[in-house]
RNA sequence: GCGCCCGUAGCUCAGCCGGAUAGAGCGGCGGACUUCUAAUCCGCGGGUCGGGGGUUCGAUUCCCUCCGGGCGCGCCA
């Protein structure tokens, strides 16, 4: 990520597009008063330096690539370790322990801070053994940063759109576009944890053919009429026109209920999204780009520039002439304009509204629209990969063991409304980022609603919860947590109390890469991860001690530390962190009682399920 | 045919820009509640990381290839 200060990180290729790097000095935001971020950073570099030392002392170059420190994986093996001797062994060479066992000797002559010993291990590696000092350090650090702990300002000031969802509005949101609004939500807030400054923004396909598909069927229900060839044969359609008929009575013409219905669509979407705690900027309406002007507008220019030609009465984008197999259509001999020329002046107003870098999360049924978009985009502005495209696997809903493929055309679907009624929307929004968008989900309604007792949401919740519990208990006790600097953290020495300040200290770390690799479901292992520990913690060692009241005050500021760690995290995840846990009893036997088939996925639903992917 | 994604324990999935004996949850078996909520904890069993090459001191991770699965390559959205 970012913080590739001191020591070098590899500029690996990345399986997606680039991203924007930081490109201003990192310079920490005034208001905060020190950054873990930047203080994290602090133990390695202080080890890079005292390598960098043993370097020189023993007259050796830097190893090709720079110098890595990093935390190790395994207990035993220390802290950190470096690799710089199996690095070097080739360009000096000399077997790597040798110059491993060289270091080793020149560093012991003057340990460095927090180091206790180091080894020479395996083929040539040389661990670190700290002392548990640095991670008190940790713990002061993450009480420092408070709420804002583990947050950077890696992009600082970066204006970003994030265009997320934007299913058809023809019908209500169903699970496939639930999993993007949980994703991009999140990734919003991932970046806006390391200060960019995030828009969140839902594209309204108003404009084509699938609206009109649908104001026919929802006037054909209406009137009692059989439905078009090519209907929304759905159940949510008389549900509709029956409400329709209640507010407005009989006797309505096509385009009244095509007001009707697009509101009342619009209205359901909001609704929904806002169930699930996912709140837009913008609602972009592509209908009004051609009203405006603006796609005829783009077109236009693209004529005047060349980039454009006329053929048999359509307008073709030269996409060949940057190495496209293909020309790209931009007006249809009919004259009207195509799905990508509204896209290109869609995307040049986000522009135009000063939003310095864009994304957009698609479902994968949309890539077959990403290089025509992103070819268009260069041609009209010189600036490639623009928009950035994010694109997600679909969600598989299962329910009694089988798949069931639906799509808003031929009947119904499981809707996001659906989900909702049946489980909470902390655990639908942890389900949908429990996993990378890269692998298609399974979403099995069965599991994530009846076995919700063994759901890791409540697994991580419940860990909060017991936090916030002890401090019920201390509150009762008029225990309060004493100033920081008057309490003695090196107490802190239990394997179960380190294992949580490691974790804690890789918070930054995570968020970072999370938020460069657009993964948000990082954040969720990583929160899993603090949520055992702290279980286990909880297990072996009791924070409120009668007769060791020193130990109690550490432990105390230690689940402080983790209840930042939780809230921070949760928060980003968009998941609540609750005080308390309603008591599980066995009251509920988590029988399955319903029963229909559906399904559903689309992300960037242009269309939704256009051809009927079924 | 070409392109993108995936193929890790019985199931669902982690595993970050290569690192030293591959992890979690569920399921199976066996333990731990007078003490801050046992929605918890501990132990056991379970893997040719789809197959085969290559690069490297070192590959689940990078490259090539094959197999399997999903998706995409329109004057459709």
């Not at 796609?295 to 220019?301: E, L, S, Y």
């Not at 002439?321 to 290109?344: F, H, I, K, Q």
Request: charged share 25%; hydrophobic share 40%; with cysteine.
């Amino acid at each position: 990520m970012a913080q590739g200060r001191g020591y070098a990180r590899p500029t690996g290729r990345s399986p997606l597009p680039p991203r924007p790097r930081r490109t201003r000095p990192r310079r920490p935001r005034p208001h905060l008063p020190r950054h873990l971020t930047d203080r994290a950073f602090v133990i390695r570099d202080h080890l890079l330096d005292a390598l960098r030392g043993a370097l020189v002392a023993a007259d050796l170059p830097e190893p090709p690539g720079g110098l890595e420190i990093d935390a190790t994986r395994q207990r035993e093996h220390g802290d950190f370790q470096t690799n710089a001797a199996l690095k070097l062994a080739k360009a000096v060479g000399r077997p790597p322990r040798d110059i491993a066992a060289a270091l080793v000797s020149t560093l012991d002559e003057k340990l460095p801070r927090h180091v206790a010993r180091l080894e020479v291990a395996g083929p040539g590696f040389v661990n670190f053994h700290l002392e548990p000092s640095w991670l008190h350090e940790v713990l002061v650090d993450v009480v420092v940063a408070g709420d804002e702990y583990g947050h950077s300002a890696a992009l600082d000031g970066l204006r970003v759109n994030l265009e997320f969802v934007s299913a058809n509005p023809t019908g209500p949101l169903h699970a496939g576009g639930a999993r993007w609004a949980a994703v991009g939500d999140a990734l919003a807030n991932l970046l806006s944890s390391q200060g960019a400054q995030v828009h969140r923004e839902y594209y309204v396909n108003d404009a084509g053919a699938q609206l009109d598909r649908f104001a026919e069927s929802l006037h054909a229900r209406f009137k009692k009429q059989k439905l078009p060839e090519d209907g929304y044969r759905g159940a949510y359609v008389l549900d509709m026109a029956r409400r329709m008929r209640a507010e407005l009575g009989n006797g309505l013409d096509l385009e009244q209920a095509r007001e009707w219905g697009h509101a009342d669509i619009m209205r359901q979407l909001h609704d929904d999204l806002g169930r699930i705690g996912v709140h837009f900027d913008t609602w972009f309406s592509e209908r009004s780009l051609h009203e405006r002007g603006d796609v005829d507008a783009v077109i236009a220019r693209f004529l005047a520039s060349g980039r454009a030609f006329e053929t048999d009465g359509a307008v073709w984008l030269r996409t060949s002439e940057m190495g496209e197999e293909r020309d790209r259509v931009l007006r249809r001999s009919d004259g009207t304009p195509t799905y990508l020329a509204a896209d290109v002046a869609y995307h040049l107003d986000k522009l135009a509204r000063g939003h310095a870098h864009l994304i957009d999360i698609w479902g994968a049924d949309h890539q077959g629209q990403v290089r025509s978009l992103q070819l268009a985009m260069e041609m009209a502005t010189g600036r490639s990969q623009t928009p950035e495209v994010v694109l997600g696997q679909f969600v598989t809903l299962v329910r009694h063991g089988r798949e069931v493929r639906i799509s808003k055309r031929t009947g119904n679907v499981i809707t996001l409304a659906d989900i909702l009624d049946e489980v909470d929307a902390d655990v639908a929004r942890l389900t949908f980022l429990l996993q990378s968008i890269d692998t298609k989900q399974i979403f099995d309604i069965d599991v994530v609603t009846a076995q919700s007792m063994e759901n890791p949401v409540y697994y991580v919740q419940y860990a909060h919860a017991r936090i916030a519990s002890i401090g019920r208990r201390a509150a009762e006790r008029s225990l309060a947590r004493r100033p920081l600097g008057e309490v003695d953290l090196s107490l802190l020495v239990h394997e179960r109390e380190l294992d949580l300040l490691r974790t804690l200290f890789a918070y930054p770390d995570v968020l970072a890469d999370a938020a460069e690799a657009r993964a948000p479901h990082r954040v969720t292992t990583w929160v899993r991860e603090l949520a055992g520990r702290f279980h286990g913690f909880y297990h072996d060692c009791r924070v409120m001690l009668d007769d060791d009241p020193a130990l109690t005050q550490s432990r105390l500021w230690l689940a402080e530390a983790c209840r930042l760690g939780f809230a921070n995290a949760l928060a980003i995840l968009g998941v609540s962190a609750p005080e308390t846990m309603s008591r599980l009893d066995e009251t509920d036997d988590t029988d399955d009682a319903d029963g229909s088939p559906d399904e559903a996925s689309d992300g960037r639903s242009h269309d939704d399920s256009g051809a009927d992917r079924a």
